[in-house]
Each structure stands twice: as structure tokens, then as C-alpha cells.
């Protein structure tokens, strides 16, 4: 089993910067890709971001690309989002996932492993 822990959300105003992080721990996720998922109040769950096993691998929502930057430490097995230029359509619940394969996927379905979520709120 695997349980993953995020943290550093929290209030910031439009134009702001935060830094996620998601901890794994009891099995190792470093040969998994990872993701971050958000949900909006009355909205679906959407991949904003996702890293292949390597970090050779990157996809970014057309939302968020040019501001938002995940990253991964195999060692630390931690993902990371920095999220900058923050817009109050940003607000919602972040959450950070794991699949069972090692490529990216968009596709929420395909998320294995989740954490409890952070709450991220932009204000204007």
C-alpha cells in the first residue's frame, strides 16, 4: 500500500506563489508517474499536472502551463508543484496521485493512489 501526504497549500493573493509537496510512504512510488489533480467547487476533478518515473516525461494543463512546475525526488520519493502568477481560477482542492505505471497519464481513472488533498485558495 501506498500513502501519500500533501502540504504547503493554504491563502495567497492573485499573483502569489506556492509550493506543494507530496510525501510517499510504505511502498516506493519511484517507478510510478505521479500527478496533481484539482477540484473546483461544482467542478470535475482535472490534471493539472503530471511527471513520468524519470521526470523525463511532463504534462501540464493548458490552464496552468507557464506557472505551474512539478518536479520529483525518487530519493525523497516527494513530488513537488511550484505554482506562480496564481489566479483565484487556481482556487480548489489539490491533490497528488500515483499511478502503477511509470508514463504519464491525464486521465483521473488511471490514478491508483491518492492523497487527502490541500486546499488552496487565490484570492483577487
Known amino acids: 500500500q501506498v500513502q501519500l501526504v500533501e502540504s504547503g497549500g493554504g491563502w495567497v493573493q492573485t499573483g502569489g506563489s506556492l509550493r506543494l509537496s507530496c510525501a510517499a510512504s510504505?511502498?516506493?512510488?519511484?517507478?510510478?508517474?505521479r500527478g496533481w489533480v484539482r477540484q473546483a467547487p461544482g467542478k470535475e476533478r482535472e490534471v493539472v499536472a503530471a511527471?513520468?518515473?524519470?521526470?523525463?516525461?511532463?504534462y501540464y494543463a493548458d490552464s496552468v502551463k507557464g506557472r505551474f512546475t512539478i518536479s520529483r525526488d525518487n530519493y525523497k520519493n516527494t513530488v513537488y508543484l511550484q505554482m506562480s502568477s496564481l489566479k483565484p481560477e487556481d482556487t480548489a482542492v489539490y491533490y497528488c496521485?500515483?499511478?502503477?505505471?511509470?508514463?504519464?497519464?491525464?486521465?483521473?481513472?488511471?490514478?491508483?493512489?491518492w492523497g487527502q488533498g490541500t486546499q488552496v485558495t487565490v484570492s483577487s
Open positions: 496521485a500515483a499511478a502503477l505505471h511509470p508514463t504519464i497519464t491525464t486521465m483521473t481513472n488511471e490514478y491508483a493512489y
Open positions: 510504505g511502498r516506493t512510488c519511484s517507478s510510478y508517474a
Open positions: 511527471i513520468s518515473w524519470s521526470g523525463g516525461s511532463l
